[in-house]
């Protein structure tokens, strides 16, 4: 059975969503991140998947702060992103509470950096985060193409270590309009031995049930949540 991650996104130490990345279009949800997570916590949610929005953006590590607060406030399992682009923002990443954090810009501008903190951290402690769009990898907040195909890239990540990568189709994300199913079957076909991580495009139940078919073991589920598509009650059996 495939695993949910809910997912919170911050701006401004708020809880909010984008569509397809723009920050234009964003919807503030809850004034309040942590709460958001006490809630999920309260739902049987065990991980969770916090994004940085400010620091995607930025490229250095913004809202610690609600890392800190969530980390204090519940046992959630927390993978961290958004910014991490230093040996200080890892640092400040895990001392704030994050148990993982998720990269993609810097496993792309600067590999070497990448790889010391696969060596220093452990590959269960670092997820590499590939940001899609028409099957090339998209860098610096999704604002810019690094024109490397999806699937050289996974497969250079794994050489390097890598265990795990959350892969977002931009196109579907914050869209409310179904993952990308097509995308996610074609990776797995052609590379094998890893834990990909969908994310993206969830409206509904059978959407996930759709992402587990194509041998994703975990999806990323966000705005399907917000917009009360999706119930908490209703992920129980997905959250083992």
């Given at each position: 059975m495939i695993r949910v991650i809910p997912a919170i996104d911050v701006i401004e130490g708020k809880c909010v969503?984008?569509?397809y990345g723009d920050f234009t279009k964003k919807v503030i949800y809850d004034e309040?991140?942590?709460e958001v997570a006490?809630?999920?916590e309260e739902a049987g949610v065990k991980r969770?998947?916090?994004v940085d929005l400010d620091?995607?953006?930025q490229g250095k590590v913004v809202n610690f702060r609600v890392l800190e607060r969530i980390a204090t406030l519940t046992n959630l399992v927390v993978?961290?992103?958004g910014g991490i682009k230093t040996d200080e923002d890892i640092k400040i990443a895990f001392n704030s509470g994050a148990q993982m954090i998720s990269a993609g810009s810097v496993a792309v501008k600067d590999k070497p950096l990448f790889k010391s903190w696969l060596k220093t951290y452990g590959s269960d402690k670092i997820i590499a985060a590939a940001d899609v769009k028409d099957e090339k990898v998209a860098i610096s907040g999704w604002q810019e193409d690094s024109g490397l195909w999806i699937y050289d890239f996974i497969n250079e990540l794994l050489e390097q270590g890598v265990k795990q990568v959350i892969c977002t189709d931009i196109s579907k994300d914050g869209s409310l309009a179904g993952p990308a199913v097509t995308l996610y079957k074609s990776i797995l076909e052609k590379i094998k031995d890893f834990n990909l991580i969908a994310s993206g495009g969830i409206s509904s139940l059978k959407d996930i049930e759709e992402v587990g078919q194509t041998g994703c073991k975990e999806v990323i589920v966000g705005k399907a949540l917000?917009?009360?598509r999706i119930q908490l009650n209703e992920l129980k059996p997905f959250l083992n």
């Amino acid at each position: 059975m495939i695993r949910v991650i809910p997912a919170i996104d911050v701006i401004e130490g708020k809880c909010v969503r984008l569509a397809y990345g723009d920050f234009t279009k964003k919807v503030i949800y809850d004034e309040k991140p942590w709460e958001v997570a006490r809630r999920f916590e309260e739902a049987g949610v065990k991980r969770l998947h916090l994004v940085d929005l400010d620091g995607a953006k930025q490229g250095k590590v913004v809202n610690f702060r609600v890392l800190e607060r969530i980390a204090t406030l519940t046992n959630l399992v927390v993978d961290f992103g958004g910014g991490i682009k230093t040996d200080e923002d890892i640092k400040i990443a895990f001392n704030s509470g994050a148990q993982m954090i998720s990269a993609g810009s810097v496993a792309v501008k600067d590999k070497p950096l990448f790889k010391s903190w696969l060596k220093t951290y452990g590959s269960d402690k670092i997820i590499a985060a590939a940001d899609v769009k028409d099957e090339k990898v998209a860098i610096s907040g999704w604002q810019e193409d690094s024109g490397l195909w999806i699937y050289d890239f996974i497969n250079e990540l794994l050489e390097q270590g890598v265990k795990q990568v959350i892969c977002t189709d931009i196109s579907k994300d914050g869209s409310l309009a179904g993952p990308a199913v097509t995308l996610y079957k074609s990776i797995l076909e052609k590379i094998k031995d890893f834990n990909l991580i969908a994310s993206g495009g969830i409206s509904s139940l059978k959407d996930i049930e759709e992402v587990g078919q194509t041998g994703c073991k975990e999806v990323i589920v966000g705005k399907a949540l917000y917009e009360g598509r999706i119930q908490l009650n209703e992920l129980k059996p997905f959250l083992n």
